[in-house]
């Protein structure tokens, strides 16, 4: 009876520590690494939007993340020093954003013209997108 009971209680001991040490290595990864392809938002805010005719069309002011996952780019357009300018979101697979580099500096390209971002839906910031 006693060599029964010891037995139980190792082979509880030890299927204990089998789902312990699964439970620790299946557990999803807290921290990344960067690679040199990603991009920093800093780099991203402010930078001047331009079409294939090297012409500025917007300048991207902010981010949307859904979910953890980058779903747009919130892009200024028109306006003069601030004023008159409006928001539009854009997707963020219709923008090619790229780095030179020989000057060191980021780009953001986009197939479309300045009157096809003000023809676009607007956003504004207003109630929980406040600025």
Known sequence: MRSIFITIAAATLLGGAAVAQ??????????????????????????????DAKETIGEIKDL????????????SVGGFLGLGERYVIVRPNAVKV???????????????????LQAAPEFKYEARWKR
Request: charged content about 15%.
């Open 64 to 75: 949307i993340l859904s979910q953890g996952d980058l779903s747009g780019y919130i892009v």
């Open 22 to 51: 699964t439970a620790v290595t299946t557990t999803t990864e807290t921290f990344v690494i960067a690679k040199p392809t990603d991009v920093l938002s800093n780099n991203l805010i402010g930078l001047n939007v331009t079409n």
């Open 98 to 116: 790229s780095y030179t580099e020989n000057d060191n500096k980021w780009h953001a390209v986009m197939n479309a013209t300045k009157d096809q």
